[in-house]
């Protein structure tokens, strides 16, 4: 199994993955690696991704609040009120996670002060340049999101 993305669960200990190879799926695991939910486990197979970033998506989101069903497992769901909820929680997911990103980027910084050697240091600066750009991306995405929402209800 080729596993595409492999996250730390924003509010529960375990890991979110997305693997495939086009079509893509998702799965979350709890702390012990036992199966929480698994986009592939509901059948038909229309669950399936084109996109790994779409599938981490929407994993993260229905993980976020047991109560999110994507639109294809809700058929009779009100789509356009069902992806603008959603658009809401994914919004609110990415700033939470930008938000404890801030926060690693905080400790790996006063980790880069003690680093011994040269090698640690360089490791700690990659990671933070790293961090940094994930949380502008996350930053911009959420910002993006937000305005289409409003766009859309207008």
């Given at each position: 199994?080729?596993?595409?993305h ?6 529960e ?7 495939g190879?086009?079509?893509?799926e998702?799965?979350i695991l ?11 486990g509901y059948?038909?197979?229309?669950g ?8 981490l ?8 609040d047991?109560s999110?069903?994507?639109i294809?497992?809700?058929h ?6 069902e992806?603008?909820?959603?658009a809401h929680?994914t ?6 996670t930008a ?7 905080s400790e790996?910084?006063l ?8 090698e ?6 990659a990671?933070i340049v ?9 930053e911009?995405?959420?910002g ?7 766009a859309?209800a207008?």
């Amino acid at each position: 199994m080729n596993i595409q993305h492999r996250i730390d669960r924003p509010h529960e200990t375990g890991c979110i993955e997305v693997y495939g190879d086009d079509p893509y799926e998702w799965r979350i695991l709890d702390h012990t690696g036992h199966l929480v939910r698994d986009s592939a486990g509901y059948g038909s197979g229309t669950g399936a991704y084109a996109s790994p970033e779409i599938a981490l998506r929407d994993a993260i989101s229905f993980d976020a609040d047991d109560s999110v069903v994507p639109i294809f497992f809700r058929h009779g769901a009100d789509a356009e009120l069902e992806n603008a909820a959603q658009a809401h929680r994914t919004a609110d997911t990415l700033r939470t996670t930008a938000v404890a990103l801030k926060s690693a980027v905080s400790e790996a910084q006063l980790d880069s002060r003690h680093a011994t050697d040269s090698e640690a240091q360089d490791y700690l600066e990659a990671r933070i340049v790293v961090m940094e750009r994930l949380v502008e991306a996350l930053e911009e995405t959420a910002g993006r999101l937000q305005a289409a929402i409003q766009a859309t209800a207008e």
